[in-house]
């Protein structure tokens, strides 16, 4: 058995890895929206930048997942952060008009970026479950879950500083060389062997299996399913810019504390269930989560003060960090060791879709119904959702973190379906 120290230790490089992947993610996309604008001046070309990034991510995702299944894990999570660092300086030579047309380059290497996040997901997920003790996986997913909302909120914030201070060129430079960090911290992570020969080179037999296994998995894509309704139907966040102007009839600082008011709630929330995790009634927990973020979601719609706004905004992200938490343990206890890349590109497309989706439907929603009847409606749908789920899904009603861990405390490798 793995001691507690050694866990420690190789949590917090692979948590390094989380952290400066993210980040680096995150600073480089903050840029290009500004760049592409500064460019263009047309905000269709900062909806472009999305499409750009969400083409490949899509076409590379299912088999990134069949990779991280059968070859070197620390492998393809490195090539994900090496894909990070060509694009920062690529971009920086593009900034500095070394490179043209600039526009298509932006897109070209914001299309890099999506194959990056399709490699780092399965990868990262894959290394977490392989890596960590699952007696200890509600609270490593907890800590994780707070680290990625921390870089969530501070890596917006870096690359607007760093534009203003040293420009575009140095920016793109910068959030490659933090991705260098997470290169060298996956480095001295010591992977364990694997690899099985099984289907190796049949990625649609490796896939159907994959697909398989969620689908008769009943627990598990119970999980995922709620999560993908929860997002898809109560994602305010797409139309705050509008929010802001109609409602708060305040600027661009309103909507940046407004952004960052979810995921302060989702870090500390994830900080607090780190030392006190959910292992009894996990799934009544995560349902009424669900619940809690539809509500809050409602409440929103109708405050007309920034503190309030700020106050259930807050509360979303404190509702959404117990569902994300809760669901990430899931999935590390149900999913066999050989099949977590596969299984995590699946939940990546689920939860990739809901995003995108999400952001189409508020804001169809938004143009039918008004701004703030359709705000209303995605969380009114949202607690319908969650209230249907507790009544029609017994499974996740029934399940507790608890008894996951006993079950699979001594069969590590569960049986995968053939």
Same mark, same amino acid.
């Given at each position: ?125 894959? #290394?977490? @479950?392989?890596?960590?003790? $699952?007696?200890?996986?509600? /609270? =490593? +997913?907890?800590?994780?879950?707070? !680290?990625?909302? *921390? ?116 870090? #500390?929330? @994830?900080?607090?269930?780190? $030392?006190?995790?959910?292992? /009894? =009634? +996990?799934?009544?927990?995560?349902? !009424?989560?669900? *619940? ?127």
């Amino acid at each position: 058995m793995q001691s507690k120290k050694s866990t420690n230790k190789t949590f917090r490089d692979l948590l390094i890895y989380r952290i400066a992947s993210t980040i680096s993610y995150q600073m480089m996309m903050v840029a290009v929206g500004w760049h592409i604008f500064e460019i263009t001046n047309d905000v269709v070309s900062l909806g472009l930048v999305g499409l750009a990034e969400l083409v490949p991510y899509f076409l590379f995702a299912l088999y990134a997942g069949h990779a991280v299944d059968y070859y070197s894990r620390k492998l393809i999570a490195f090539l994900a952060c090496l894909l990070h660092v060509i694009v920062g300086v690529f971009l920086m030579f593009v900034a500095m008009d070394y490179l043209q047309p600039a526009s298509a380059l932006i897109y070209l290497g914001v299309a890099f970026l999506g194959i990056g996040r399709a490699l780092l997901r399965p990868s990262y997920q894959s #290394l977490f @479950g392989e890596l960590i003790p $699952r007696e200890e996986t509600p /609270k =490593y +997913s907890a800590y994780a879950s707070s !680290a990625f909302q *921390a870089c969530v909120v501070s890596g917006p914030a870096i690359a607007g500083i760093l534009i203003g201070l040293i420009g575009l060129e140095w920016t793109y430079f910068i959030s490659g060389v933090v991705a260098v960090f997470g290169m060298y911290a996956i480095v001295l992570i010591d992977e364990k062997k694997h690899v099985s020969m099984e289907h190796k080179n049949q990625f649609f037999k490796s896939l159907k299996i994959g697909l398989s296994y969620v689908k008769n998995h009943h627990l598990l894509l119970t999980t995922m399913s709620l999560d993908m309704m929860a997002v898809l139907f109560g994602g305010a966040v797409s139309m705050l810019p509008a929010f802001v102007k109609e409602v708060l009839h305040a600027g661009p600082e309103a909507l940046g504390i407004l952004r960052a008011a979810p995921a302060i709630g989702s870090m #500390l929330t @994830g900080f607090y269930l780190a $030392r006190h995790p959910i292992l /009894k =009634y +996990s799934g009544k927990y995560m349902i !009424a989560a669900v *619940a809690g973020f539809g509500f809050s979601i409602i409440a929103f719609s109708l405050s007309e003060t920034l503190f309030l706004s700020v106050v259930f905004l807050f509360l979303t992200g404190f509702f959404d960090s117990i569902s994300v938490v809760v669901r990430s343990a899931v999935f590390q206890l149900t999913t066999p060791d050989q099949m977590r890349g596969r299984v995590s590109a699946i939940n990546g497309i689920f939860v990739g879709s809901s995003n995108e989706l999400g952001a189409l439907e508020s804001g169809v929603a938004a143009s039918l119904m008004g701004l703030i009847p359709s705000i209303a409606f995605g969380g009114a749908v949202t607690v319908v959702v969650a209230a249907v789920t507790y009544f029609f899904a017994p499974t996740l009603r029934k399940m507790d973190l608890k008894d996951l861990i006993e079950q699979h405390a001594h069969d590590p490798k569960p049986e995968i379906v053939k």
